[in-house]
């Protein structure tokens, strides 16, 4: 059976896959807004532990297993001979296998060619989920990102090109007040150029990152919701899902583009008339945080 090093993080839409956690933490653990890993050392699962996990799953579950994510951080940076070998042990174990994810980091993908992507595809490694957090180039810088957006934009493109479909991630009031439009601007121009199939928006929360967080001229709502207006304006990509349904978010929007763009505008602007009617609500600067870890 698997063994996890906690926590163990995973996206909504792999809340049914069965997890293996092929890396622990993060290769690229220095991201400013980030708490997710700060708590491990990156290393990689030797391959013939994750082949005793994958065979210690009884046969009587195995036919119920049809999706894997795997973990941690940026999963795909293992490297590529042993991520093939898993993979090929998986597809093996599980006869109705019909996908596996991972997260992949701007860092990792520069460790794969598109010709290694596409057989990692054709091994079932069919999505990848990748933090832009933001398109605009000092937002990355003030973050430490490590990556401008063109660079972030030729790796997720290399994705693309292969063909596994790309769900990207940005984060509301990552920029503050100071850059609010411009990081909604740039993030949108980002996601019109890579189309990716998926794009979801969090909305900065505190966890194990407050040094950050605290030095942040940070967002009300009311420029929180504004920054998600410009930013759905802006954006104009074909056939791609949004989603603002984590937690963190305070509004929640469904839609795809570009068949709901005005659908979703209007949703911000009639969110931002209701909550006028909640004194101080919209000029109070949100609080969720998560302690636990």
Same mark, same amino acid.
């Given at each position: ?15 049914? =896959? ?57 999963? *795909? !940076? ?8 898993? *993979?090929?042990?998986?597809?093996? &174990? ?9 997260? %992949? ?5 520069? &460790? ?27 937002? *990355? ?6 990556? &401008? ?9 290399? %994705? ?6 790309? =769900? ?44 950050? !967080? ?5 967002? &009300? ?6 920054? %998600? ?5 802006? *954006? ?7 989603? =603002?349904?984590? !937690? =963190? ?22 969110? !931002? ?21």
């Amino acid at each position: 059976m698997p063994t996890y090093i906690e926590p163990v993080f995973r996206p909504p839409s792999e809340a049914r =896959s069965l997890i293996f956690q092929i890396t622990i933490g993060c290769s690229q653990n220095h991201c400013a807004y980030c708490g997710m890993y700060k708590m491990k050392r990156f290393a990689l699962k030797p391959v013939e532990e994750v082949f005793a996990e994958i065979d210690g799953i009884p046969g009587r579950y195995r036919l119920h297993v049809d999706r894997v994510f795997l973990a941690d951080g940026d999963a *795909l !940076v293992y490297p590529f001979e042993g991520l093939c070998a898993i *993979l090929d042990r998986l597809a093996a &174990t599980f006869p109705n296998l019909t996908r596996v994810g991972s997260y %992949a980091s701007p860092n990792s993908l520069t &460790t794969k060619s598109v010709d290694e992507l596409r057989m990692l595809r054709e091994k079932r490694l069919r999505i990848v989920y990748f933090g832009l957090e933001s398109g605009d180039d000092a937002t *990355l810088a003030a973050v430490n990102k490590g990556f &401008t957006a063109e660079k972030m934009a030729q790796e997720a493109l290399k %994705a693309r090109e292969a063909g596994m479909k790309l =769900s990207v991630t940005a984060i509301l009031g990552v920029a503050g007040r100071g850059r609010s439009l411009d990081h909604a601007r740039g993030t949108a121009a980002w996601v019109n150029r890579v189309n990716p199939e998926f794009f979801s928006l969090l909305t900065l929360f505190r966890r194990h990152n407050e040094e950050f !967080v605290d030095t942040l001229d940070q967002c &009300t709502r009311r420029e929180l919701l504004a920054e %998600a207006k410009e930013l759905l304006a802006h *954006l104009s990509p074909q056939r791609t899902i949004l989603r =603002s349904n984590h !937690v =963190s978010n305070f509004l929640e929007l469904a839609g795809s583009y570009p068949k709901d763009r005005e659908r979703l505008i209007a949703s911000v602007e009639e969110a !931002v008339a209701h909550l006028e009617g909640i004194p101080g609500y919209l000029d109070e600067v949100p609080e969720y945080g998560e302690e636990y870890y």
